[in-house]
């Protein structure tokens, strides 16, 4: 029986590709290849090219596929590993429609809602989630830091609106701080979103369904030994501490699986998806939903899979057999 090639497809236009090429490595060990073949695919703005033995080979975006000497490659499915855009916000996912290939994430509406990290979190407030207060800055538009802080207060956290979640975030703590701050996530994402800062410990919860089953991973706790959980905390080993399973009352652990597991269905996500919580008080805020999580061997989701004791191979067997079943 012949192997399906699966293109694990990773790279993106924003500064999120040096943790796109990583989590492609982790995804590409995870793939079972006793039963699947396994091409990366580089996408960026210059060039889509698959990677053979060495050797980078032009797509042909047509049909997603490529020559290798005289033989036509086609992909069986694509599993999406970019973080931003054009793979997190719905753009390579509304192509993957358009030509008929099979993907492992959410489709067009989902990736694109939770790419807006602020219309994301309004829209599941209307369903009873909680999130914290939040402006909205677009560009080439008046802001008055006087309102941020009467509205929000100090702290805050400003961060691109649209954008993966490791740069241009910035927590501040003076008025002074709030312009530059605004102008660094700017870099990243025509939208800034300023959150009111929740003191409390931050936890994050993945899962994937498929027909008649789901699966809500163990809860991780993340303690930064930075001030928040910032590219360097996530990428840097010493810089943050992850207790899987996270060490909370059997009650809350329950209560933050069920609202994920709830956010999931709420925008119609498909294949892990990972959420991210700050526990204070006795409440529990959302922080954002990430539908092409980080990949690497010590991401969140593979230390969590690994807790729940589960074979991390057929994960991920089960969730491109379920996006080629989709088709």
């Known amino acids: 029986m012949d192997k399906k090639n699966i293109a694990v497809v990773y790279g993106g236009d924003?500064?999120?590709?040096?943790?796109?090429?990583?989590?492609?490595?982790?995804?590409?060990?995870?793939?079972?290849?006793?039963?699947?073949?396994?091409?990366?695919?580089?996408?960026?703005l210059e060039k889509w090219v698959a990677e053979v033995d060495g050797d980078e080979i032009a797509i042909n975006k047509d049909d997603f596929?490529?020559?290798?000497?005289?033989?036509?490659?086609?992909?069986?499915?694509?599993?999406?590993?970019?973080?931003?855009?054009?793979?997190?916000?719905?753009?390579?996912?509304?192509?993957?429609d358009i030509i008929?290939?099979?993907?492992?994430?959410?489709?067009?509406?989902?990736?694109?809602?939770?790419?807006?990290?602020?219309?994301?979190?309004?829209?599941?407030k209307g369903f009873g989630v909680s999130v914290a207060d939040s402006l909205l800055i677009r560009k080439g538009t008046e802001f008055s830091v006087d309102n941020i802080v009467d509205t929000l207060g100090l702290p805050c956290f400003i961060k691109p609106n649209a954008g993966g979640s490791s740069f241009g975030i910035t927590k501040v703590k003076k008025i002074a701080e709030i312009t530059p701050a605004i102008l660094k996530a700017f870099e990243e994402s025509d939208e800034v979103i300023i959150e009111q800062f929740i003191d409390g410990n931050e936890f994050t919860c993945g899962l994937y369904k498929i027909p008649h089953k789901e699966t809500v991973f163990p809860i991780t706790e993340v303690i930064p030994a930075n001030e928040f959980f910032d590219f360097e905390a996530k990428y840097t080993a010493e810089k943050v501490q992850e207790i899987t399973p996270a060490r909370l009352p059997k009650e809350t652990s329950i209560r933050i699986q069920q609202i994920t597991s709830l956010?999931?269905?709420?925008?119609?996500?498909?294949?892990?998806?990972?959420?991210?919580?700050?526990f204070s008080g006795n409440n529990i805020f959302l922080l954002e939903v990430n539908t092409t999580p980080g990949m690497t061997a010590t991401s969140f989701i593979p230390?969590?899979?690994?807790?729940?004791?589960?074979?991390?191979?057929?994960?991920?067997?089960?969730?491109?057999?379920?996006?080629?079943?989709?088709k």
């Open 100 to 124: 008929g290939l099979p993907y492992s994430t959410c489709g067009v509406l989902p990736a694109s809602l939770t790419f807006n990290k602020f219309v994301c979190n309004t829209y599941l």
């Open 303 to 326: 230390q969590q899979i690994e807790a729940a004791g589960l074979d991390i191979k057929e994960v991920f067997t089960e969730i491109i057999e379920d996006s080629i079943a989709r």
């Open 14 to 44: 924003s500064s999120e590709i040096v943790v796109s090429r990583k989590s492609a490595q982790g995804v590409s060990s995870f793939i079972d290849d006793s039963i699947y073949n396994i091409i990366p695919v580089l996408i960026t």
């Open 65 to 96: 596929s490529f020559l290798q000497g005289n033989q036509k490659v086609q992909f069986d499915c694509a599993y999406v590993t970019i973080h931003g855009t054009p793979g997190e916000d719905g753009k390579l996912q509304g192509y993957f």
């Open 263 to 278: 956010i999931y269905d709420i925008l119609g996500c498909k294949g892990i998806v990972r959420v991210d919580y700050i």
